[in-house]
């Protein structure tokens, strides 16, 4: 199915969420306008299936709209789930950075139960965590490929890697966080170039 944005800045899933299925394959096209989620569940965006994101246009954006409304859940304003699930983004940007971003910030993109992401394009900037897996699941294996584009944590690391799988950053792609671009705590971590920059004080370096 390809889903194409049409009416800016009045587009918004954060009260209800938005699920795309098992085995469906989605391309959003955000067309140059705004798409507003939630970072909490069934405010979010659950792919259960694959998402493609692209933009036609320029300055499309997936945005956060709230905070969590407690501790932070693990949940990302893209949430992928399982090992059938995938995320891919060609363009476009995912802004996940809300006011006080070092005690409040929020994920953009969580991979859970071995779910899939890849980046081509476009940028992701989070206060906390651009991309991240989850160590609960030790069995699963995620594949994260940065291809191209922008990882951005403006407060933490923009790669948080705790789980089982393999992570591969090339040539095209920065990554780059306020405490350290990347933390990796399990599996594989492969670079083959890129831009990897710690941009904050902090002494915890680049990976």
Known sequence: ??????????????????????????????????????????????????????????????KCATDYSGPATGFGVIMARGENAKVIVN??????????????????????E??????????IIAGWYAVCGNGSYKTQNTLITVNAGILESTADYALYLPQSGSTVINDGATVTGGAGAICIRSGNLTINGGNIVCEGDGNTGET
């Open 91 to 112: 363009g476009g940007t995912i802004d996940a950075v809300r006011d006080n971003p070092v005690s409040k910030g929020q994920f953009a993109v969580t991979l859970n």
């Open 1 to 62: 199915y390809d889903v194409v944005l049409s009416k800016e800045f009045n587009i918004n899933v954060a009260d209800n969420g938005v699920v795309v299925p098992e085995e469906n394959f989605i391309t959003l096209d955000l067309n140059g306008y705004t798409l507003t989620a939630g970072s909490e569940q069934k405010k979010n965006i659950l792919v259960l299936g694959q998402l493609t994101i692209k933009d036609s246009r320029t300055a499309g954006c997936i």
């Open 114 to 123: 071995g779910a899939d992401f890849e980046i081509n394009g476009g940028k």
